[in-house]
Nanobody, 121 residues
Framework: QVHLVESGGGLVQAGGSTRLSCVASGSIFSINAMGWYRQAPGKQRELVAGITRFGSTNYVDSVKGRFTISRDNAKNTLYLQMNSLKPDDTAVYYC???????????????WGQGTQVTVSS
């Protein structure tokens, strides 16, 4: 299976920046897409940013112009650069990928453990 290990997160001041990283490992045949989701208390989990195997990206409107998703295929790493942070960005952020394993032809969803990002005012 794919294992997603996140790093980053923590307490950040409003207006500040941080960078989340997610390293994928396992018997991976291909990764179709990767993304970052977040869930704030009492709210639905939402897709913050996604990137396809072709490099196409998409963002939720509330983070456009502030967040940038990228990936380093050589390092099997997904990044989320978060700038101009606001208190409303406070949430648990989850790394996600859709991947096909070498021993299975069926793509499957994989999730990281989640990391807390708290933006203070």
């Amino acid at each position: 299976q794919v294992h997603l290990v996140e790093s980053g997160g923590g307490l950040v001041q409003a207006g500040g920046s941080t960078r989340l990283s997610c390293v994928a490992s396992g018997s991976i045949f291909s990764i179709n897409a990767m993304g970052w989701y977040r869930q704030a208390p009492g709210k639905q989990r939402e897709l913050v940013a996604g990137i396809t195997r072709f490099g196409s990206t998409n963002y939720v409107d509330s983070v456009k112009g502030r967040f940038t998703i990228s990936r380093d295929n050589a390092k099997n790493t997904l990044y989320l650069q978060m700038n101009s942070l606001k208190p409303d960005d406070t949430a648990v952020y989850y790394c996600h990928c859709v991947a096909t394993m070498t021993k299975s032809p069926v793509p499957f969803d994989y999730w990281g453990q989640g990391t807390q990002v708290t933006v203070s005012s």
